[in-house]
């Protein structure tokens, strides 16, 4: 068996040489030739490693190719597509069947289903890739992680975080500062806008509501905030509002990065651009039509981690919609819409999508945040945060013209629909933030049945697995 405890010691030289390995360039005239090469290359040897895993072998043959059919991303749309419920099983039965092998690698959990989180096993090489990802990810912009300052969230959501500095941050090297703000341990926002202005950091990044939450209160309290040359907020989509607060308060370095917790950040937006490129050396992002049948340019991502060949991720279905084009190639994105699966459930049992709601509500620039609760078949709760520079005495106004084009919308007399005005939106208990939820039951007509479901986690990354394997890295 492989010696997996000598790789968990070696992670960070492992971590290291995959730094070495990745494209750390932003997509140009240079480099299109070689990523679209190593995307190619490596596509051929994930399919091989996969043939020789029972749960892949049987995809190949229920599809009648082998690995000489996969030599590019386009290839892959002659494979099966890959659910989380699919991963979940896979995964808990790898784990539970040999636990030993397993021992020393690491698990990304993510929000899941029903009580059920999934776990995705990452082995040390793997996870070295997912570390090399964030801080190559990190320094499109001009960064440099390895002499530059970042601040972070804690990378344990679940309480207090031992602050230290390893003798190699002394010299100055892979400097980091936790904030104080947890999940469990809320401290006031003056506190973490004193955090960031005694720090001074050169890259930040945190939930995007936590990074709103500050935005907001100094905009509003008029105070003085550094602002860092880089950030990114992550957790949730951004749209318009959201990004326009953000960089009027921390600046223009905003680098804006899709991912998920079960793949790594692969859909990255680089200050000054106005596209996303796909981190098309580590990543295939294919997009499917609408009945999930083929290529489209427009529809559903589906995302292959080219670097994870020992559990792999195979046509991972994300419930993300993109807008892209191809050039030379490689896949470019316009633009992303997140979180697909989230709807408003009606009692004739049709549904209204996360998009149609926020093609009213994203579109309101009075709004910078909310999140729309359906308690039951009729009863909505519209929670919203004003704009700073939104007068109060607007707030009945802005209520009215959500009223009627949300009710022309939902084409449903029954709804009724309570607006609320918060200061902040509360984050769930895994610090994200889901726009829509349900508590309605789909079919349980008359008293509603709460479904429990955790649904549409995508998010913007560095998810929970790049931000704590980031901060390791620095230790």
């Keep these: 068996m492989h010696n997996y405890e000598l790789d968990h010691k070696l992670e960070h030289v492992l971590t290291l040489r995959a730094y070495a390995d990745v494209e750390r360039k932003p997509v140009n005239s240079k480099n299109y030739q070689r990523i679209l090469e190593k995307q190619n290359e490596r596509v051929h040897e994930l399919m091989k490693a996969a043939y020789e895993i029972p749960f892949y072998r049987a995809r190949f043959e229920e599809t009648g190719t082998t690995p000489d059919d996969y030599h590019c991303a386009e290839d892959l749309y002659k494979f099966p597509l890959l659910t989380k419920d699919q991963v979940r099983d896979w995964m808990d039965e790898e784990a539970a069947k040999d636990p030993e092998k397993y021992k020393y690698w690491h698990v990304s959990p993510t929000s899941g289903s029903t009580g059920r989180p999934l776990r995705v096993l990452i082995s040390p090489r793997e996870y070295a890739y997912v570390t090399a990802n964030w801080l190559r990810t990190m320094g499109y912009g001009g960064f440099n992680p390895f002499t530059g300052k970042t601040m972070c969230r804690p990378n344990s959501l679940h309480g207090p975080v031992k602050e230290y500095d390893s003798p190699i941050q002394k010299l100055g090297i892979l400097r980091r500062k936790y904030m104080s703000d947890t999940i469990k341990q809320r401290v006031d926002t003056q506190t973490l806008v004193d955090e960031i202005n005694a720090y001074k950091p050169d890259y930040l990044y945190n939930h995007k509501n936590l990074l709103m939450r500050i935005a907001k209160y100094v905009k509003e309290n008029d105070l003085y905030i550094h602002q860092p040359s880089f950030y990114t907020p992550f957790g949730e989509m951004l749209d318009e509002p959201s990004r326009a607060l953000l960089m009027d308060v921390f600046g223009p370095g905003l680098i804006d990065a899709y991912g998920m ?68 190639g490689l896949r470019f994105v316009r633009g992303v819409q997140g979180r697909m699966n989230d709807v408003i459930h009606h009692r004739d049992g049709s549904v209204t999508e996360w998009g149609n709601i926020s093609g009213i509500v994203n579109y309101i620039p009075e709004i910078i945040s909310y999140r729309m609760v359906q308690e039951t078949y009729d009863d909505l709760t519209l929670m919203m945060v004003r704009n700073p520079e939104t007068p109060v005495e607007k707030q009945e106004e802005i209520e009215k013209v959500l009223e009627e084009k949300l009710m022309a919308m939902f084409k449903d007399p029954n709804f009724k629909i309570t607006y609320q005005w918060l200061d902040e939106i509360p984050v769930d208990p895994n610090g994200k933030l889901r726009v829509i939820i349900s508590n309605v039951k789909p079919g349980a007509i008359g008293e509603p049945e709460h479904a429990g479901e955790d649904v549409g986690s995508a998010e913007i990354a560095p998810n929970d697995t790049e931000a704590e394997a980031a901060a390791e890295a620095e230790e």
């Design 261 to 328: 917790g079960e793949t790594g950040s692969c859909v990255i937006r680089i200050p000054g651009k106005k596209y996303y490129q796909v981190n098309s050396d580590l990543f295939v992002v294919n997009v499917y039509n609408k009945d999930l049948t083929g290529p489209a340019m427009k529809g559903m991502m589906v995302i292959t981690p080219l670097y994870k060949t020992e559990l792999p991720l195979i046509n991972y279905t994300s419930f993300d919609q993109a807008d892209s084009y191809m050039k030379k």
